[in-house]
């Protein structure tokens, strides 16, 4: 996705506009370039100064059949002029580019909301695949949402009709068709979309001037036909910001930047190993272009060998990075432990997908996290983090560097599908802000008649870090258990519990922030306990519950393990406590394991984000009260709160 960059003045910074927030979605086949058409509107978005955010949704398959139920591919944004922080519970507008595109997406519209489809895709053939026994745009099927008709189609082959294009090269165009319409309605500037089309096909500028002649008369259109009431232009104000520089990202992206500057501020150049996998091949792809940041990128034949490639550039005094999705981790498993037993700095990026083994590759969930921080042989404790953002991820990365190189680990960061390919508006930091954390290697040898200790531990725990080949330093590394101290190869009992213990007690005691509360008191009724990407609809949901007077507070856990020190007492300071998560229960049951608290699930394992509404839907079951025998209130039991099912029916 193209980036946009805004300087924000002070000006704009002030101005405070009524709150307003649109939601489009664009749906089509998954040929019909609905995630550039989404990225292109992104893009016009924040150039305008809105807040967004966005959720790519498309299918697992390269190209599914045209025109099917499962081959839709759909792009959401969510844009306004106050603070967004999710990608919209329900759009107010679907563009539907063929039947498949709009039966799959057409009950998420808002009741009122509008249709835009193409009737020129709404023939017998499409009808058929999309599983429709009449035409909806010709029935009353649609009658509780506004529709426009229109043949988008034919519009588009007029509009190039100049250029000599066949049929099929022109309807490839009627995705800009498309966008230059949706620019028109939300008053949007063309010029950028433009000036990317001509970059994009440099070597084929009719291309270019055919794509910007579909662009212009959508937006043509949109100006000068007699669309009716139901469709008018809307301008949504700037949202309110600290004033700075500010860029469009995507979790893919940020994580990259947080993994170089992470290298910078440890004074290291970095080694990335990777293996193509949906949806972690991003961080490749954009590490790749970063060669002058002291960056090596290498594409490996399998997830096993980037790993181990990663590991052994730490073993030479590089930052290792490996990065990649649930199945690859899986297979990275017995390289991890060898970092664990090695103790050498890696950072490896898992960006979780629905699960277990292939499962929904293109699909959004949480149900990594037994397998971050359980999910290997033997005792092998191993720090965690979780991004809760595509701007958060930046952090995150520094974060998981500073533990790898501080305390000679590897540290598993957790994303997911939906924040690696959301985008959403990040304000440039200043790196100044940002402390240094220079590593130091060890290269004075031990005085005469002393022998090296390659397993010594500072007060961190850490063991020193040596390159290989420094004079005097020669030591042995391997996997097998290492003798305290010396390194040497020891099976004895006594030596395999203190090398357990002090790696056990290294990670256990890896310095992380006191735990603080998102929104909210320290204690109260009901608190909503989240981690990674629920982080939005959670906190959204609370402010509103809040805002109707209810007492509920919001957590969002960062360090997974080891946990803050102060979460348990935080945790014990409320009556009641909710964890929402887009799994099975995973950091609930680990919350009750670690501090003994009645932590309830709410869960979600759909492939899709949860929505604000279904949490909100939640915090108020606790707060419907039931009258007891004499004549009191209750708190209600499991039964009255909501299933599984009634949240993902």
């Known amino acids: ?160 009709k100049p250029f000599g294009l066949g049929n099929k090269e022109a309807l490839r165009c009627k995705n800009m068709w498309t966008l230059g319409l949706a620019l028109w309605m939300f008053d949007r ?25 579909a662009l212009n008369a959508g937006h043509a259109y949109g100006e000068t036909a007699e669309l009716g009431g139901q469709v008018g232009r809307l301008h949504v104000p700037a949202a309110p910001a600290e004033p700075g520089l500010y860029r469009t990202v995507t979790g893919a992206e940020s994580i990259s930047l947080g993994l170089v500057a992470g290298a910078q501020l440890a004074s290291l150049p970095m080694f990335f190993g990777g293996y193509p996998i949906t949806p972690a091949s991003a961080i490749l792809h954009h590490l790749s272009r970063l060669k002058e940041y002291g960056v090596t990128t ?16 730490s073993y030479a005094g590089s930052l290792g990075v490996t990065s990649s999705s ?54 092998a404790p191993m720090p965690v983090l979780a991004a809760r953002s595509a ?57 005469e008649g002393e022998t090296f200790l390659p397993y010594a531990r500072d007060e961190k725990g850490a063991r020193p ?30 030596n395999h519990q203190a090398m357990t213990d002090a790696r056990r007690e290294k990670v256990a005691n890896v310095d992380v922030p006191d735990q603080d509360v998102a929104l909210g008191d320290t204690s109260g009724k009901l608190v909503v306990v989240g981690w990674g990407s629920t982080y939005g609809p959670i906190y959204q949901a609370v402010r ?29 300071g409320y009556e009641n406590i909710l964890v929402p998560e887009m799994n099975t229960g995973q950091l609930k049951t680990v919350l009750r394991d670690q501090f003994l608290v009645d932590a309830r699930p709410l869960n979600k394992v759909s492939g899709q984000p949860f929505r604000i509404a279904e949490i909100e839907a939640a915090i108020g079951a606790f707060f419907d009260r039931v009258p007891d025998n004499e004549g009191g209130e209750v708190r209600p039991d499991d039964s009255q709160l909501p299933s599984p099912e009634a949240v993902n029916p």
Request: proline fraction near 8%.
């Open 1 to 160: 996705m193209a980036t946009a960059t805004h300087q924000l003045t002070p000006e704009e910074a002030s101005a405070n506009p009524p709150p307003e927030a649109v939601v489009v979605r664009f749906a089509g086949d998954s040929g019909d370039g609905m995630q550039l058409t989404g990225g292109q509107f992104t893009l016009s978005t924040a150039l305008a100064g809105n807040d967004l955010a966005t959720f790519p949704d498309f299918p697992a398959e390269i190209r599914a059949p045209q025109g099917t139920l499962f081959g839709v591919s759909a792009f959401q944004i969510n844009f306004g002029s106050t603070e967004i922080d999710t990608a919209g519970d329900a759009p107010d507008v679907l563009i539907a580019m063929n039947p498949a595109a709009l039966k799959v997406n057409v009950e998420a519209l808002k009741p009122g909301g509008l249709i835009i489809a193409d009737e020129g895709e709404f023939g017998d053939r499409n009808l058929a695949k999309a599983k429709y026994d009449s035409n909806p745009l010709e029935d009353d099927s649609l009658a509780k949402w506004q529709l426009m008709k229109l043949n988008i189609s034919q519009l588009t082959l007029d509009a190039v």
């Open 189 to 213: 500037e063309r010029q950028p979309i433009v000036d990317w089309l001509k970059a994009k096909f440099a070597k084929a500028p009719e291309l270019a001037e055919a794509n910007i002649a």
């Open 298 to 313: 290498f594409q490996a034949e399998d997830e096993i060998a980037a790993i181990a490639a990663a590991l052994g550039a």
């Open 326 to 379: 649930g199945p690859g981790i899986a297979l990275k498993g017995e390289a991890m432990g060898l970092a664990i037993m090695t103790e050498l700095p890696l950072v490896i990026v898992n960006s979780q997908r629905g699960g277990p083994s292939t499962g929904l590759p293109t699909k959004t969930e949480q149900s990594d996290l037994y397998q971050a921080v359980y999910g290997r042989n033997g005792d």
């Open 391 to 447: 701007a958060d991820c930046f952090d995150v990365a520094i974060e998981a560097v500073r533990i790898a190189t501080q305390y000679m680990t590897p540290v598993m960061l957790l994303t997911d599908g939906y924040i690696a390919n959301a985008a959403e508006p990040w304000k440039v930091p200043d790196m100044s802000g940002y402390a240094p954390f220079p590593v130091q290697f060890l290269t004075t040898p031990p005085a």
């Open 465 to 494: 870090w040596v390159k290989p080949g420094t004079p005097g330093l020669l030591h042995r590394i391997g996997g097998i258990e290492k003798a305290t101290g010396t390194g040497n190869i020891d099976y004895s009992p006594g």
């Open 544 to 572: 509103r519950a809040r805002r109707r007077g209810l007492d509920v507070s919001h957590v969002h856990i960062r360090h997974i393990w080891p946990m803050p020190r102060n979460l348990g007492a935080l945790l014990k």
